[in-house]
């Protein structure tokens, strides 16, 4: 097969994106010829960085060999397809919380590293805390210390906005600002673990000078959402398409901070081309910024036109995992004054991903 193959010929709504970000004018030409290794490549953020920098390989002719560390190589071929075939994306099975084996499956050199490996279910958070705080801590551990083995010349480790905590204020959230964290709440072992996570990067920094760089992410959805995705996003999403009313289990008064897959992405290189060592940089649209309960008023009236409702059935307890509820407002002027700007608004997010599904007939 030609490099000449595009990256997701069957959705032209995430191929527009992944040029989008080739297209872009960050600094791209210093990651030519060089080896970059991406973690939790078969998860949604994980796979769409894949997905663009085989298109910066195909548009720049850049000659990034791409090392994809997945666990289940079916469901890597599910999500790639012919696009393996192509000779620039390399898949690299091996379990995060297995050293040696790590150790063995990424045998060449590495220049960067782009660790987006994470437990993301809220339902897995709640249902198994051990293996999530496990898979967190140990596989950035084994992570970094692969990072270190391999002398990469950047690592970006992606943490979360969860991390700043039950934060009640008016003023944009940033990166020096932390809130609390109830660490006799199950569902903290989330933000306690990425917060773990941070501080093993920041140790790593101090101690062996690895250049590490930490991307917090708010929500993250748009074109490329992948099958069983059950985000808040995706489940207001599917109603609209299938024209049921939108459940809330929760009433909805959590502010939520999003940002578009493809700004994602273009945030990450961002951090990793141009960030600083030691770093902390929260990736986010401000303009996004929402409650639960009106995101689905919006979806509702503006994305289903008033065909469907906003109904409430909240449990007594919390058997869904959600997140502690938060009054936040993430400020992205760190990552703006490195020359990162978001491109799309909320509305534009839900159309672009809902025809993405529609491509994909996960609708």
Not at 191 to 220: D, F, H
Not at 262 to 288: C, F, M, P
Not at 291 to 298: G, K, L, P, Q
Request: proline share 4%.
């Amino acid at each position: 097969m030609s490099m000449l193959e595009k990256e997701c010929p069957n959705d032209g709504t995430l191929q527009e994106d992944l040029e989008a970000v080739a297209d872009s004018d960050l600094p791209l030409t210093e990651l030519s010829g060089s080896t970059i290794l991406v973690t939790g490549a078969t998860g949604l953020v994980g796979s769409e960085t894949v997905r663009a920098l085989a298109c910066i390989n195909r548009k720049r002719k850049a000659g990034i060999t791409i090392l994809a560390l997945i666990r289940n190589p079916k469901k890597a071929e599910s999500i790639y397809g012919n696009l393996l075939n192509r000779g620039d994306i390399n898949i690299v099975t091996g379990d995060l919380l297995r050293p040696d084996e790590l150790s063995h499956a990424v045998r060449v050199p590495v220049d960067y590293i782009i660790h987006c490996a994470a437990v993301t279910a809220s339902k897995t958070m709640v249902t198994k805390p051990v293996e999530t705080i496990n898979t967190a801590i140990e596989g950035t551990r084994n992570m970094l210390e692969i990072a270190r083995m391999k002398n990469v010349k950047s690592f970006v480790y992606l943490s979360s906005m969860e991390v700043y905590g039950r934060m009640d204020t008016k003023e944009p959230v940033t990166e020096e600002m932390q809130g609390y964290v109830d660490p006799l709440a199950v569902r903290s072992n989330y933000p306690l673990s990425k917060r773990m996570c941070e501080n093993l990067c920041a140790a790593y920094y101090a101690e062996y000078g690895l250049p590490v760089r930490i991307a917090r992410l708010a929500q993250t959805f748009g074109a490329g959402v992948l099958p069983g995705e059950n985000r808040v996003f995706a489940q207001f999403a599917r109603s609209v398409m299938e024209g049921k009313d939108i459940v809330l289990h929760t009433k909805g008064t959590s502010e939520g901070n999003y940002c578009y897959t493809a700004d994602t992405v273009r945030g990450l290189l961002t951090i990793l081309t141009k960030g600083a060592d030691g770093e902390a940089y929260n990736i986010a649209n401000e303009e996004t910024h929402t409650t639960i309960a009106d995101m689905a008023e919006f979806a509702a009236h503006t994305l289903a036109e008033d065909k469907i409702r906003v109904v409430f059935d909240i449990p007594e307890s919390n058997t869904y995992g959600y997140a502690a509820e938060t009054h936040m407002t993430l400020s992205s002027s760190k990552l703006r004054a490195l020359g990162w700007e978001p491109h799309y608004n909320l509305e534009q997010c839900y159309r672009r991903m809902m025809e993405s599904m529609k491509a994909r007939g996960l609708s």
